[in-house]
């Protein structure tokens, strides 16, 4: 993979994406190039058909402290527009799917925002997320009765899926964010 391109175009675009910590498939092809989502697509058609995530036992979602995660969904609630650091992990279980390509976008990802950072970047903390409450406190607000209630078992984990995507879709990055993580450090 062209790591410098890559790291380039994410330097180009990444003061452009409005919903971080969230982002779509087209955002991210925006933000990384076409060699990378093509990369990741293949990984992620992997998954589909060996059903690596949703067979996992000991899944990273409630270890990262993702307040969006139940166990009763089947996939991620925001899939669509689940965070970079979700579409970038790939976890020994994916050695299969190739090893050296999952290093290579690892790397990737830190040196882009290495290089963001240097570039002095406010977004860059947007990246850590999940959990989302430090950069999505609204999102997360609005959604955990959802969550709650799917956990247990009082909501329909699919109806569920629909309202959060829903709040997902409508979210856009504070203006203010960029000031408030500068301040709060
Ligand atoms: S990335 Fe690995 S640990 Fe996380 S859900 Fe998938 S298989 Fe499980
Ligand atoms: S946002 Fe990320 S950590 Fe949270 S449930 Fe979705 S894939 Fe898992």
Known sequence: ?????????FLEHVEHIRRLPLITDPEMHQLFGEEITTAVAEIDRFN???????RCQNRCCPVCGC??????FDQC?????RPVLC???FCHQFNTAGRSVIIELGDIFFESLQAAEQAG???VRLFESPPLARYAPDLVETTAPWV????KGSLNPEHARKLICTEAEKYLT???LGTAIEING
């Open 48 to 54: 589909q058909k060996e059903q690596i995530c949703l």
């Open 174 to 176: 504070p203006d203010t």
């Open 148 to 151: 709650d209630a799917v956990r």
């Open 121 to 123: 970047s406010t977004k």
């Open 87 to 89: 579409r970038l992990h």
């Open 67 to 72: 307040e969006l995660y139940a166990p009763e």
């Open 77 to 81: 609630p925001i899939y669509e527009f």
């Open 1 to 9: 993979m062209n790591k410098k391109k890559a790291v380039n175009s």
